[in-house]
């Protein structure tokens, strides 16, 4: 069974950074895409970025600037840099991918963005 790692989340105060990582079981190669989604308390779940070789990347209006999402083949990991944090980021990440025409999820991992 594919399984999706999320890590990296916590608490960090506003104007900071956090690295969100996403360890799959599979090569990454093998994926149409990658995406982090994150999810606030009373929110629908929303498409933060989306990384693949036929997709290209693509970012929510409201985090282009601040947040990069790449990937390192050899580890299996994509990775969402977040710089510049604000408070309306807080929510829980997830990490998602599409492997074999199966969308699958991760766990997700708490983003708190605070004083």
């Known amino acids: 069974q594919v399984q999706l790692v999320e890590s990296g989340g916590g608490l960090v105060q506003p104007g900071g950074s956090l690295r969100l990582s996403c360890a799959a079981s599979e090569s990454i190669f093998s994926f149409y895409y990658m995406a982090w989604y994150r999810q606030a308390p009373g929110n629908q779940r929303e498409l933060v970025a989306l990384?693949?070789?036929?997709?290209?990347?693509n970012y929510a209006d409201s985090v282009k600037g601040r947040f990069t999402i790449s990937s390192d083949n050899a580890k299996n990991t994509v990775y969402l840099q977040m710089n510049s944090l604000k408070p309306e980021d807080t929510a829980v990440y997830y990490c998602?991918?599409?492997?074999?025409?199966?969308?699958?999820w991760g766990q997700g991992t708490q983003v708190t963005v605070s004083s």
């Open positions: 998602n991918g599409r492997f074999k025409g199966v969308t699958l």
């Open positions: 990384i693949g070789s036929a997709t290209g990347t």
